[in-house]
């Protein structure tokens, strides 16, 4: 078995008792998380849960109140300098009057060894935008150029807060097909969003975080599970949906033409008297609670 300071030494991310203070305002408040080479992390939380504020820490954009971060054993500002972190923002400003390539340059321009321009172009998807203004740009184009500026240095460490905002379904797709092609590389990945199905389709581990603490911490399939309950469903043609909220066992109830999905604290007694009123039901699946309901039963404020 390895030991703890063999894991800290070999970590991509280390954070310990990591704490940001703005008044009494507590935006990260005791964060620990080690983040392994390679892996694919993402970040999740309801607005103010502190992702960004954690974010901007590991980039080394603020400073913490309390706690350290180390990023392969520099500090974060020093592995930024050395272009081993590429970061996309959300609030990354561009220049309107230059061109994606004019753009492009200029970052590349900052590091000793960057990618070849045209290889950073294509593993961003935007070649064919090169001789265009970026302020001709739509939103998701203007994250594309983001990424191509984040992977010049040709980064170990890659941070991504809400990538796929303003795509569209084909460009976040093409998104994370190409996101795809760079972890293969062994590369590490944090990304912050709100689309849980990002999270559950690309991540490796997923990270919650509710009032600037982590509240679960696991793979998709671990954290799902600390959701209580299971999800019925099945194909019943005209459903009474008042009818089914009676349902022993059934919490709430969800009808889309012939579709009923059932969410179920107890499953089993639940199934046994859907199949007694409703013999004709068929296509009948029984399945674990999703992300999406982990993450609202984790990340759910106490009640005052």
Known sequence: MRSTDTVTRGAAVHIRGLAKHYGD????????????????????????AGKSTTIDMLLGLADPTRGTVSVFGRAPRDAVGAGLVGAMLQSGGLLDDATVAQTVGLFRAMYPNPLPFKETLARAGIAELAGRRVGLLSGGEKQRVRFASALVSDPDLLVLDEPTVAMDVEGRREFWTAMRSYTDTGRTVVFATHYLAEAEDYADRVVLLRSGQVVADGSVSQVRALAAGRVI????????????????????????????????????????ELLARHPQAHDVEVRGAGLEAAFVTLTRQEAA
């Open 25 to 48: 305002v507590r935006a990260v408040d005791g964060v620990d998380m080690t983040i392994a080479p390679g892996e694919v992390v993402g970040l999740l939380g309801p607005n103010g």
């Open 233 to 272: 469903t099945a194909k019943i043609p005209h459903a009474d949906e008042s009818a089914l909220t009676t349902l022993p066992g059934v919490t709430s109830v969800l009808v889309r033409g012939a579709i009923v999905e059932l969410t179920c604290a107890d499953s089993d007694r639940a199934l046994r």
